[in-house]
């Protein structure tokens, strides 16, 4: 959908497979399955070259592009967990991949719910000049107990910090922002506060490496993305080692 754009679509349907549904179309054992469907209205795929995209690097891409191991490994891993990958395509229409993977019948209880996530109620001090990954944390932190307070501009974010430099328990900070990057704030910040609890977080690990990011002073290094679990057990490691 380079060129002409279209549209991505993913769902996921918990269904029974029975014995009628599997015979002669899957490989599957009769069962409650997870169904992951992702579809888009792009080229299509020739029926020469449909046979062959799970092999392993078999790409139509241009060199540069694509090794031809995401589909083989997304299909060894759905095999490994004991399900099952297929895909329908029309050319100029687009095409659909179907990912089915066994149902896991089990239940967990509220304690044991809250026992997994660690939470806290602290203020943390939240720096990302994405709005849209501002959003993702405060969202995940507030759902943690976690009072938060953000900024899309590192420059505020150390005038806010420099005016009261106790308020904030905790620095979570991107590396790469205009102005003043992660590593320069974290400086600034420790500067006027040296015991204070900063984590450093980038999507580009060439532009500084987890030994320099802690040599600088900082608690923690994480790589981008940062998923909900992830970050809630560093931001609570961090707390409590501090």
């Known amino acids: 959908m380079r060129e002409t754009g279209g549209v991505l679509a993913v769902s996921l349907t918990s269904l029974y497979l029975g014995s009628g549904e599997l015979q002669n179309k899957i490989a599957l054992q009769p069962g409650n399955y997870v169904r992951l469907e992702v ?7 020739e029926k020469s070259v449909l046979n062959r995209i799970f092999e392993p690097y078999f790409t139509t891409k241009v060199k540069g592009e694509g090794a031809g191991l995401g589909l083989s ?3 060894g891993i759905v095999k490994n967990m004991g399900g099952e990958m297929t895909v329908y395509s029309e050319v100029g229409i687009g095409t659909t991949f179907h990912l089915y993977l066994p149902q896991i019948e089990a239940e967990i209880s509220q304690k044991e719910a809250a026992a997994v996530i660690p939470c806290g109620n602290e203020h943390v001090l939240v720096v990302d000049d994405e709005q849209t990954i501002i959003e993702l944390e405060r969202a995940i932190l507030e759902s943690l107990g976690y009072k938060v307070t953000a900024f899309t501009s590192s420059v505020e974010a150390l005038e806010e910090f420099l005016l009261a430099p ?3 328990d905790l620095v979570i900070t991107d590396m790469t922002m205009p102005h003043l990057t992660g590593a ?4 600034k910040m420790l500067v006027a506060r ?5 984590i450093l977080y980038t999507g580009y690990s060439a532009i500084l490496s987890k030994e320099e990011a802690l040599s600088l002073g900082n608690k923690a290094f994480v790589m981008k993305p940062v998923m909900r679990d992830g970050l809630a057990r560093v931001v609570r490691e961090v707390l409590d080692a501090d």
């Open 39 to 45: 579809s888009d209205t792009g080229q299509g795929i």
């Open 166 to 168: 106790r308020k904030f």
């Open 184 to 187: 320069d704030l974290s400086r």
């Open 73 to 75: 490994l997304v299909h």
């Open 194 to 198: 040296p015991d204070l609890p900063i």
